[in-house]
Each structure stands twice: as structure tokens, then as C-alpha cells.
């Protein structure tokens, strides 16, 4: 008499596909100084020259997002002079003008957040020209 062992092998409806499994990062998981290079590009964007007294410096995201976050310093700094020189009836048009700033500093945030090296819009060109 043969004894037959039942079959285990069912299919199940869901194929597993290696970034499905819950047990592995989709990601590989970033080491502690691109975490806190990346620390330090975020930072680029509200007071752009701290990454410049750190080691980051020497980091080409870095000086890339120091870069992005220049142009959005000089860009707050025109629009505060345009906002002194327009009489206060215009000064819906200096506010319209701050928003826009914050909203670029914003989007600077996020990509230097994501990892990428993203120009911003409309003023993002300007800041890949620098040279430092």
C-alpha cells in the first residue's frame, strides 16, 4: 500500500512580487549622513547659509538646495523693497508677490525632502547659475 501525502501547493490568487513583500523597504534605507545631508538641504531653504558653515558644504545636493534656497532669499528681498515702494492700495500685489515666495519654499522643502534636485519654478534656473 502507497501512502500519498496531500499536496500543499495550493496558488494563491495574489502573486508576490519582491515590493510586495512587507518584510523588506521598498527603499533602500538611507545612511545617517545622507539623512542628515538631507536635514541640511531642508535647512537650505529658511536660512541658506547654515549648510555653508557645516561639512554638508561639500555636498553636491547640499550646494545644490543652498543654491535653490539663495534665489528664494534674493527673491524675499526684492519683494520687500517692490512692497516698501508701492503705495499701500497695492499692497494686495506685495502680498500676492510673499505668498508666491513662501509657496517656492515650500516646493523647495518637499523636493530637497524627497532627495531630488528639482529647479523651482520660475526661479529656479537663476540658482543653477551660481558658482560656489
Known amino acids: 500500500?502507497?501512502?500519498t501525502t496531500p499536496s500543499f501547493e495550493e496558488k494563491s490568487s495574489f502573486e508576490e512580487t519582491p515590493s510586495q513583500n512587507p518584510g523588506q523597504p521598498s527603499e533602500p534605507l538611507k545612511t545617517k549622513t545622507e539623512e542628515k545631508n538631507t536635514g541640511?538641504?531642508?535647512v537650505a531653504y529658511i536660512l541658506f547659509f547654515i549648510?555653508?558653515?557645516?561639512d554638508a558644504k561639500k555636498?553636491?545636493?547640499?550646494?545644490?538646495?543652498v543654491k535653490q534656497g539663495l534665489v528664494i532669499f534674493l527673491?524675499?528681498?526684492?519683494?520687500?523693497?517692490v512692497s516698501w515702494i508701492l503705495p499701500w492700495q497695492l499692497s494686495i500685489i506685495?502680498?500676492?508677490?510673499?505668498?508666491?515666495?513662501?509657496?517656492?519654499m515650500i516646493l523647495g522643502i518637499m523636493n530637497?525632502?524627497?532627495?531630488?534636485?528639482?529647479?523651482l519654478p520660475i526661479l529656479g534656473k537663476l540658482g543653477e547659475q551660481f558658482k560656489f
Not at 527673491?75 to 523693497?81: D, E, K, P, Y
Not at 506685495?94 to 517656492?104: E, K, N, Q, R, S
Request: aromatic share 10%; no cysteine; proline share 7%.
Open 1 to 3: 500500500m502507497e501512502e
Open 40 to 42: 541640511m538641504a531642508i
Open 51 to 54: 549648510p555653508l558653515l557645516t
Open 59 to 65: 555636498d553636491p545636493f547640499v550646494k545644490y538646495h
Open 75 to 81: 527673491a524675499w528681498i526684492v519683494v520687500s523693497i
Open 94 to 104: 506685495a502680498t500676492l508677490l510673499d505668498i508666491g515666495v513662501f509657496v517656492l
Open 112 to 119: 530637497a525632502a524627497k532627495g531630488l534636485q528639482k529647479p
